[in-house]
């Protein structure tokens, strides 16, 4: 069993219990404890179950790299899946439960898995679950989704709050073991401004509990005096639980720092993301273990040798009573010496290597009594949910059993790989270090930023230098080296990287599969990736099958794929497939190390960018009066326009129809302020929006308004709204309400990077203005009641405008219309929007007056055939296939997109027409709907012959009228079409001109 | 996220103030043209591997266009220049040959 040991702990404060539940079951730990230290001191090694097969899973490494320890956390607000058990730091009230298991962890169904796992080799669901097709709906995608996913999703809205930081530095040291720390101070003593960052809560990462001696002192003293100096220093900024989660372009590092995660009750946001840009940047990162792939080595009680030790020193707890050493490594025995030293058993240490004479650490070993077995290995481990004990083999055999070793816990070593992620994220390659049998940093092809040099240095064992003294001048060099390349100064006024002694190692021995000539049987229990259930056998199949290379072989087998992102198992997978391959290990590849280093929230993804300020909203200045008066909103763009003003005791259908038919009767005001105006001044003016525009512009006489068309090179249409001419050299031009940025930026680019000699100013004046449509028939006499101009049809005549006073307002007045009726468009400066908007309801009182929304605006147009931009358009839509042929110049050489419109696709004369749909019934057709054709594609689906692109109940018809865009339409007037719709009815509509009402255009024109 | 200086206003910038526009110096063809003009105008484009031109808007910042000079692999910013121009300054191909010996790109080298 796993337990609590009297002495030991070196994290701990024992004076401070703390208690937590697992799994409903009141436990305690210490202050100091991770969540996985304190459930081993509670015999809790059992703690999930893997994600193909069910099998139980217990406790493997001690941090950032475990792949099973992984739970649900917390409850409500607070819940959260996939948390890492030996990277949640304990607190008092934490909750967690196991994933994965149906109905308990101990006694899980899915298990069953496990027993037909012959029947579930890699590929599995791609061979399987391909054909036949039907089968898919109710049988496999069932089952998929019932076994896919470990934790399960929140169901409560975030109680906490995150937020992002930014921060720049000369030197951004990641990763605050010794070698972090020496960097930093070599960095900082030249006087950089440096920052060093910890994923964990604690300085000095894992030398101190491997012990060693720097100036002549423990470790701890070490790390103590150089955080001591480093916290002294100005130019340096020191952060704990602070993780490198990655590094991008230039110097750019994302960074995920956990405030409040250990101590909850703390007031302030819970993550914080850092958007650092540095200098030049250090990555101290360390390296993992790797464990041994040996049949049976997923089994609770099988760890990390690194970790068991880990345990004992860190946390005084004990993973078990017995336990046996395997390694092809001197390093591992530092954990056997340990646990003797604790006054556990470890009834022997097999080592897979054969060495000509005894290491220090080996004599140190046997000096404390435990049996040593060179050149063995593990056959097999014993046990189910928990370790019983281990056949011992030859490791140059098949596996036969030389003996069995009963124990309950098994410490693995594979030997060491620098954790290169960060190096990588940017480009960095890699090179083979055949000494540690491990991928490291090639110094020569380093990241390299905006001038071409190096940005990120690596340091320590992240760089390969794995023992002590090694550590600390590689990590020294790198700290001088990343402030030099920042410009600061190499003579330092401290003394260079302190003298570290440690107890030598004998050279490792690559040990990729155990025993050596392991069968099948062997192979397909010897795990590679615990967390996606990838073992031996799974990677060689794949490479059989073809799948040679890596990135083939990871998709395939999902190695490395699970949330650790195969920290422990990548390496071991890529021996394998290499093997598979003959080839060597560099020529196989790793694959890409992607960003995040582990899963950051997506709390802190979204930062402060929630709830009312996770966009901001674009008002009108008549927006709280629409909102006192019933307005629905609706998102046009960043603006928010009212859909409808809806009165009490009515629908927002009933509201739209009573607009609607109001508008055509009496009196309708809509806040048309949103629509874009931009100012095209110059004297080139006029030629330059006769090529932004199909139409001519130049022409317009000053005092006219104009519609246009504006599309792209390709020839589509991209917006439309009428334009203005205000004096010889001034053009207003309306955009659609989405479109003002964007054509404003489109004029831009082309002022800029084409006729850049042109003489043209442009302006975006959208917001300057309100403006408000007055229309319906009583529009000229509301008008009227106010006083001043003449908007007469003799003086203000269609299409013209003017700038005048009107009740008082100076005010410009465009006699134009987008609803069919008389129309007067009235602009004020935005501050006096709402004040003309109060005088015309007012005025407009006798008269019927009644706000009127977007829908009712879309009902209006739709009535007249005018187009809609994003309707009528999808952006692979011409002018000319909307029967807009005379807003498009014959007489001008050039205009953007004209050259396009003539490409042989654009003249296909079976290009699809605008017309008018009337139903049959008087229903409404379904938006979006196709009509159908005879026959069917090569894909078997029925053939189309059009589709509706805007569809409304009209109240002033009272029928359903539509626009689409039809195959030959415009020439097959009366014939009827079928669209299926999607509610499984069949709708018929004739086809008819788009223009339903006022066809002669009397209306707006009186 | 890259790191550029606007050469119009001279602020050096996070890559979220700016927006890439796609590839520098081309020729436009209008009206007249034959369809293999037009096609390489709308459509074809160089994909290299290494030094390449670029056109960015300093969006969020003067608003100006302008060009940069970067390699596509290793990320360098061979330095940027204003958009009034057809071809690349000479004084920067000479700097980028200087880097990367016998460079070309397009009609460029
Ligand atoms: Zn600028």
Known sequence: MSTRL?????????????????????????????????????????????????????????????????????????????????????????????????????????????????FMPAGFYYKTFMYPRPLWKHVYEPFIRKAAGLGAAPKERDDDTYEHFYAFCDVLVIGGGVAGLQAAKAAADTGARVMLIEQTAHWGGRAPVDGGEIAGKPVDNYVDETVAALEAMDNVTLRRRMMGAGVYDHGYVLSYERLTDHAPEMDGPRHRLWRIRAGHIVTATGAIERPLSFAGNDI?????????????????????????????????????????????????????????????????????????????????????????????????????????????????????????????????????????????PDVDKAPTGADGKAFVTAAGSASGALLLADVLSDADAAGQAAATATGHKTGRNASAAPEASHTPEAPMAPVWLMPHGAGIKLRSKAWLDYQNDVKVSDVQLAAQEGFHSVEHAKRYTTLGMATDQGKLSNINGLAILSDSLNQPIPQTGTTTFRPPYTPISMGAIGGEARGDVFQPIRRTPMHDWHDENGAEWEPVGHWRRPY??????????????????????????????????????????????????????????????????????????????????????????????GGAERIHAHMEEWLQTEWWTWQVYVANV????????????????????????????????????????????????????????????????????????????????????????????????????????????????????????????????????????????????????LVGLETVDGSTLPDGAYASAEGTNANGQRETQGRVTSTYHSPNLDRG???????????????????????????KAKIVSPVFYDPEGEKPNV | MLILTCPCCGVTGEETEFHAGGEAHLKRHGPGSTEDQFEEYLFMRENPKGVHFERWRHVYGCGKWFHAARSTTTLEVYGTYAAQTHEPPKDLRDTISKKVPGWTWREFQ
């Open chain 1, 644 to 737: 409808a003003y809806v009165r009490s005791g009515e629908s927002t259908h009933d509201a739209v129809m009573r607009e609607t038919k109001n508008t055509r009767d009496n009196l309708g005001l809509l806040d048309a302020s949103t629509l874009g105006k931009i100012i095209v001044r110059g004297p080139d003016a006029g030629k330059f929006l006769d090529m932004m525009y199909t139409n001519m512009m130049s022409t317009l006489k000053p005092g006219k308004c104009r519609y246009g068309l504006m599309c792209d090179e390709n020839g589509f249409l991209i917006d439309d709204g009428v334009v203005a001419r205000i004096d010889e050299q001034t053009w207003l031009c309306h955009t659609t309400t």
């Open chain 1, 300 to 440: 609770p009680g099988v760890m990390l040798a690194s970790a068991v030790r880990d345990y004992v020193t860190n946390f005084g707890v004990s993973p078990g009573d017995r336990t046996v050493v395997v390694t092809n490594n001197d390093n591992a025995y530092l954990t056997a010496i340990a646990l003797k030293h604790a006054g556990l058993d470890v009834p022997a240490i097999l080592d897979a290597r054969v060495l000509p004479t005894d290491s220090a650490l080996m004599a140190q070993a046997k000096a404390l009594g435990i049996r040593v077995l060179m050149g063995h290995g593990v056959s097999t481990v014993m046990g189910g949910k928990r370790v019983t004990g281990v056949a011992v083999c030859s490791q140059a055999g098949e596996g036969s059993i030389l003996e069995t070793i009963p124990c309950d816990v098994v410490a693995m070593s594979g030997g060491w790989s620098p954790v290169v992620h960060l190096w990588s994220h940017c480009g960095g390659k890699l090179t083979w270090d055949t000494a540690q049998a491990a991928f490291k």
């Open chain 1, 6 to 118: 009297a002495t030991g702990g070196r994290l701990l404060n024992k004076s401070r219990a703390v208690s937590f539940t697992f799994n409903g079951q009141h436990m305690t730990g210490y202050e100091g404890d991770t969540l996985a230290s304190a459930l081993l001191a509670n015999d809790q090694m059992l703690v999930g179950r893997s994600f193909k097969y069910h099998r139980p899973r217990g406790i493997v490494a001690s941090g950032a790299e475990e792949p099973n320890g992984l739970v649900n956390l917390g409850q409500g607000g607070r819940f959260e899946p996939n948390q890492r058990v030996t990277t949640t730091e304990l607190f008092d009230g934490l909750t967690a439960k196991s994933q994965n298991h149906w109905p308990s962890l101990e006694f899980d169904v899915g298990a069953i898995n496990a027993q037909m796992s012959r």
């Open chain 1, 766 to 913: 959208t917001e300057q203005y309100a403006q408000i449509a007055v229309v319906g028939p009583k529009a000229r006499e509301a008008l009227e009641h106010l006083g001043g101009m003449d908007v007469s049809a003799e003086t203000l005549g269609f299409m013209d405008w003017a700038d005048g006073t009107l009740g008082g307002f100076d005010v410009r007045v465009y006699r134009i219309s987008f609803s069919g009726e008389l129309s007067y468009e009235i602009a004020v400066p935005a501050s006096q929007g709402q004040a003309l908007w109060d005088t015309l309801m007012a005025v407009g009182a006798g008269l019927g007056v009644m706000p009127y929304g977007t829908e009712c605006l879309h009902i209006l147009r739709a009535e007249k055939g005018f187009i809609m931009i994003g309707d009528e358009t999808d952006g692979t839509v011409i002018p000319q296939d909307l029967g807009l042929h005379w807003a498009i110049s014959k007489k001008k050489d050039d205009f953007i997109g004209k050259r396009g419109q003539e490409r042989s696709h654009m003249v296909d004369p079976t290009r699809w027409q």
């Open chain 1, 961 to 987: 009228i539509a626009m689409g865009l039809v195959l030959n339409g415009p020439d097959r007037m009366g014939e009827v079409l079928t669209f299926p719709g999607t509610d499984g009815k069949e709708y």
